[in-house]
T-cell receptor, first 113, second 115 residues
């Protein structure tokens, strides 16, 4: 079946540092890939997505590229802010439709001044 | 209100209690979902309702019973739960069009503690 593997957290960075959160996946077919973010006390919200190989999703300074050859979708940001502190979830879609997503465990990011 | 609203936000119950979690979406979506979020584990998809019909039931124990009376409301009825059922239960909605975007809209969750 489908699965998503994320790096374990927490990841602690200083403000303006470079961020990478690794994500690899196992899936049949050609799923779409997503990053969701969960700020403290809130529900998950879509951060960015990519629907086919070599696509790059981007939003709020975050980027991730769909790498089919390495089955990866790593999240990056050039300069993090304290307000980016949250839990980040990598996910893929079931190719059977229905918006049924398989999520990873989530990676907590803490950004300090 | 806008978005997806879940009540209660926190619930503590004994193993013999019966309680319900409620979810309401104000987005006009036609699909609703229950996910379970436990520490250090991936989010687990429990149930999916499309146009008020249950289309997914991922081997969830019968002590969890979903109900979708209309496209805006989703319930999760709980009875004779176990301590390992303690988790954050997330409700989500989406609009299924045949060209699904994978975008789910989540509520803030109901934190359940089973004593």
């Amino acid at each position: 079946g489908n699965s998503v593997t994320q790096m374990e957290g927490p990841v602690t960075l200083s403000e303006e540092a470079f961020l990478t959160i690794n994500c690899t996946y196992t899936a049949t077919g050609y799923p779409s890939l997503f990053w969701y973010v969960q700020y403290p006390g809130e529900g998950l919200q879509l951060l960015l997505k990519a629907t086919k190989a070599d696509d790059k999703g981007s939003n709020k300074g975050f980027e991730a590229t769909y790498r089919k050859e390495t089955t990866s979708f790593h999240l990056e940001k050039g300069s993090v802010q304290v307000s980016d502190s949250a839990v980040y979830f990598c996910a893929l879609s079931d190719t059977g439709g229905g918006n049924k997503l398989t999520f990873g465990t989530g990676t907590q990011l803490k950004v300090e001044l | 209100e806008t978005g997806v609203t879940q009540t209660p936000r926190h619930l503590v119950m004994g193993m013999t209690n019966k309680k319900s979690l409620k979810c309401e979406q104000h987005l006009g979506h036609n699909a609703m979902y229950w996910y379970k979020q436990s520490a250090k584990k991936p989010l687990e998809l429990m149930f999916v309702y499309s146009l008020e019909e249950r289309v997914e039931n991922n081997s969830v124990p019968s002590r969890f019973s979903p109900e979708c009376p209309n496209s805006s409301h989703l319930f999760l009825h709980l009875h004779t739960l176990q301590p390992e059922d303690s988790a954050l239960y997330l409700c989500a909605s989406s609009q299924l069009t045949g060209l699904d975007t994978g975008e789910l809209f989540f509520g803030e969750g109901s934190r359940l503690t089973v004593l």
